[in-house]
């Protein structure tokens, strides 16, 4: 009976190496009774690797309220529990605490149970505090392994009343704030207060440097508040260079690494990501590495370098492997980088693949922002390749809903942006112009990639058509603020602009030579979109000029680069182009050339 009282409070069951250690199930005879449960079909072994031994739920809910276990059986489980999570904690991101994270992914819904039981009231000071520990501990593990966080933390203001404990109080503060994406509150900055107060009274330069590089964070994601979070994140740093703790040091840094590649300084971004490197190598530790990597990578992203963001994600894979962390947040983030670069070099399928592959990972409830960010980089991509407007605003508005609910101004801005680019393609452009005008003017000198998208689409005058032209200015603030932050990419389409404001004006020499400046340098970073759009238009001045067989030459090539980029739109067109050559040609050169 003690055995299955006690399984009435494990909803994973145990697995056998855990029912043989007296330490943790102080039961005699433990595999008799485990014979006994299987013989009489109260209990059954699961399919796992390796088996566990559970009740079935209407057993195990009866048994919880009629027969509970008695108190010694619950302290020993309490105790082991606490003590796994004290192994996670210590050993989190080296690879020594991998084997605690498979186990406490094996025993999720246990350690849920076990620990609510010990937050009741009666229960004596220590093993509260203790309890309070393992909570915060686990709501970290969950968070970061993309379960969510761990509902059980509702329950520690209570707790925390009680116990009068600063030091628990800051840290469960400064969870608190960490979870935010998954997890907000009513008021962050009563959080935030309680946090102050309670460092106030301490001295513990490795929790206030948490607590303050965190509420940094908070300001940056949540509020658009960057200089608040500059600040932070400086004073974050100085005093994790006195705490001497990496992950903290680390962590200061990456999230300034972050706010750095927001506004547009890559350069400083990549010295601090490096320098997290650097210290999370001397240390050992894996996971601040993995961060810091994936900050560089996108770093190189957005400074045309592919093939070393490719490397830096493929090692910062292998790191999260020796983690033991197969799902979560880090590994969503990863792909969806690898989907970045991807996207990019416009291979657009391969690119809707991972962000649709991050979706099915993803949900409302564990992982609310990344399911948001997918979902509209779905959209956008969908935007591009042409799929219905009803498909691509289903997302747009399903990613909005959620980053309205995490309260993330930066996502519900790209929302706006995404919808305006799909109006720009429907020919909406009074709404289109609108809100890039505005976005623009909003994150000037806060988010260069927000100002980039902007300015490609108000600085190219080939999607607004002759009715709704928009001023050349544009198209000159692009490129100089391309060349500004060493965007090569945005440079080179910047320059592809450019040759459509002089053809326009019928300065085709000057356009040709812009065009194939461009295409030289899409060519060399493998672009196919962006070269098949010079290329097309290349066509274009040659047959203007007479030269049909330059055209149809480059027309073929621009063709196969639209189709491998899903652009069947411009495919269409460039058949169009070559059926009227074929069509003047068969009238064996009498007929005039009519521009195509």
């Not at 220590?126 to 968070?143: C, M, P, S, Y």
């Amino acid at each position: 009976m003690h055995l299955l009282s006690l399984l009435s409070i494990l909803p994973d069951g145990l697995a056998d190496s855990d029912l043989q250690q007296s330490d943790i199930v102080p039961i005699e005879d433990i595999l008799t009774c485990k014979a006994t449960l299987l013989r009489t079909s109260l209990g059954y072994v699961t399919s796992d690797h390796p088996p566990r031994l559970k009740l079935l739920a209407p057993i195990r809910e009866y048994l919880a309220k009629m027969y509970p276990p008695m108190h010694s059986h619950v302290h020993s489980l309490q105790e082991h529990f606490h003590q796994l999570l004290k192994i996670y904690s210590n050993n989190f991101g080296y690879a020594a605490g991998a084997s605690a994270v498979k186990r406490l992914t094996s025993n999720r819904g246990n350690l849920r149970s076990v620990l609510l039981l010990g937050l009741n009231p009666m229960n004596n000071p220590d093993q509260i505090k203790a309890t309070v520990e393992a909570v915060i501990a686990l709501n970290h593990f969950n968070r970061l392994t993309g379960q969510g966080g761990s509902d059980t933390m509702r329950r520690l203001p209570a707790a925390l009343t009680n116990l009068r404990d600063d030091d628990l109080d800051a840290r469960f503060v400064t969870e608190i704030l960490n979870s935010w994406l998954i997890n907000p509150q009513r008021d962050a900055e009563s959080f935030i207060a309680d946090g102050q107060r309670a460092l106030s009274r301490m001295n513990n330069p490795t929790l206030e440097s948490a607590f303050i590089s965190q509420v940094g964070e908070y300001y940056r994601v949540h509020r658009n508040e960057f200089s608040l979070a500059r600040n932070h994140f400086e004073r974050a740093i100085a005093l994790g260079a006195v705490s001497g703790d990496t992950n903290t040091r680390c962590s200061s840094h990456v999230r300034f690494a972050w706010l750095l590649w927001q506004e547009g300084n890559y350069t400083e971004s990549q010295i601090h990501s490096q320098e997290a490197q650097r210290l999370a190598e001397l240390a050992g530790s894996l996971f601040p590495q993995i961060r810091a990597l994936h900050i560089e990578a996108m770093a190189c992203i957005c400074l045309a370098d592919y093939k070393r963001s490719a490397s830096l994600c493929q090692r910062a894979r292998t790191l999260l492997d020796l983690c033991g962390i197969t799902e979560g947040i880090a590994v969503m983030s990863l792909m969806n980088a690898e989907a970045e670069i991807t996207l990019l070099k416009t291979e657009y399928g391969a690119a809707r693949e991972i962000q649709a592959e991050i979706v099915s990972r993803s949900s409302a409830e564990r992982t609310p922002f990344s399911l948001a960010f997918a979902q509209l980089n779905i959209a956008s991509i969908d935007s591009i390749i042409g799929a219905s407007s009803d498909e691509v605003l289903k997302n747009i508005n399903g990613a909005r809903s959620l980053f309205r609910t995490v309260t993330v101004p930066t996502g519900l801005a790209y929302c706006d942006m995404v919808e305006a680019d799909l109006n720009l393609r429907e020919g909406n452009f009074v709404a289109a112009r609108s809100v890039l005008e505005k976005n623009f003017v909003a994150y000037y000198g806060k988010s260069s990639d927000f100002t980039m998208y902007c300015l490609e689409r108000l600085g190219d005058p080939t999607p607004w058509g002759s009715r709704e032209r928009v001023s050349s200015t544009w198209t000159f603030v692009f490129m100089a603020q391309a060349a500004q932050a060493g965007r090569k990419l945005e440079l080179l389409v910047a320059l592809r602009c450019l040759g459509d404001v002089f053809v326009s004006v019928a300065d085709t020499r000057t356009g040709e030579y812009l065009f194939r400046v461009a295409l030289d340098g899409f060519a060399r970073m493998d672009i196919h979109r962006r070269r098949a759009e010079c290329l097309q238009r290349l066509g274009d001045i040659f047959v203007a000029r007479g030269d049909r067989v330059g055209a149809v030459e480059v027309w073929k090539e621009a063709r196969s680069l639209f189709e491998r980029s899903m652009q069947f739109k411009n495919v269409d067109q460039i058949d169009a182009k070559l059926g009227r050559v074929e069509a003047v040609e068969e009238l064996d050169g009498s007929a005039e050339w009519v521009q195509v």
